[in-house]
């Protein structure tokens, strides 16, 4: 039985699913302080099984189970979601900054020789 192969495969990557907005967890965090992370929310993982798809999400302190058989699952959808947009639209505007103080400091040490 040494050689069995394992009963489930777990796919890479992992998810999060947030109960509460992040930008509202680092506005709560200046009037809760550290309690604010009971509200960051769920973990999400997915595992491959013979006859299903195995969801785990866990908090922290306790792990759910959702199983998908794979008859019952008619398409998987990929999306965008509006906090993607926002990060990306923070990642832009931190690297629009740097470029534009690289551009405008007259430092010698930077014009080079």
């Known amino acids: 039985m040494a050689n069995a192969a394992p009963p489930y495969r777990r796919l890479s990557g992992t998810g999060y699913h947030y109960l509460v907005p992040p930008w ?5 965090f200046f009037v809760m302080g550290i309690f604010v992370l009971l509200f960051r ?3 999400t993982q997915l595992w491959l099984g013979p006859e299903h798809l195995l969801l ?3 908090d922290g302190y306790r792990e759910y189970y959702k199983r998908f058989n794979y008859r019952d699952i008619q398409a998987f ?3 965008k979601t509006p906090q993607g947009k926002v990060v990306n639209g923070l990642l832009a505007t931190i690297a629009a900054l740097l470029i534009f103080f690289a551009i405008v400091v007259a430092d010698p040490v ?3 020789v």
Do not use: F, S
């Open 41 to 43: 929310g769920r973990r």
């Open 77 to 79: 959808i990929i999306r």
């Open 110 to 112: 930077g014009g080079g």
């Open 24 to 28: 509202a967890l680092v506005l709560l």
């Open 56 to 58: 785990v999400e866990t």
